[in-house]
């Protein structure tokens, strides 16, 4: 099993900055890649950005540029770095972690980005 546990998140004006973070514990040997999700009211859960164990990154078109994934693997902790953040990010931001059976979820974190 895998426990992931976000928190990070508040309220920030437009334009600013925050930074989630992912703490991991369990069986993380088995995670062979980590992600942030979000999910905006009335939309579905979608992609923000994801970090292979070897340090590869990926980001959803609209966040990149603007975000950074990274990890501390001596923590066992995933970050996101958020800048120039908009309303249109205001969503819960979830921490995931991939197995090659399953995924796990963090319990999210709220950000709201007010105009």
């Known amino acids: 099993q895998v426990q992931l546990v976000e928190s990070g998140g508040g309220l920030v004006q437009a334009g600013g900055s925050l930074r989630l973070s992912c703490a991991a514990s369990?069986?993380?040997?088995?995670?062979?890649?980590m992600g942030w999700y979000r999910q905006a009211p009335g939309k579905q859960r979608e992609l923000v950005a994801t970090?292979?164990?070897?340090?590869?990154?990926n980001y959803a078109d609209s966040v990149k540029g603007r975000f950074t994934i990274s990890k501390d693997n001596a923590k066992n902790t995933v970050y996101l770095q958020m800048n120039s953040l908009n309303p249109e990010d205001t969503a819960v931001y979830y921490c995931?972690?991939?197995?090659?059976?399953?995924?796990?979820w963090g319990q999210g974190t709220q950000v709201t980005v007010s105009s």
């Open positions: 995931s972690g991939r197995t090659t059976i399953t995924y796990y």
């Open positions: 369990g069986t993380i040997f088995s995670i062979n890649l």
């Open positions: 970090i292979t164990n070897g340090g590869r990154t």
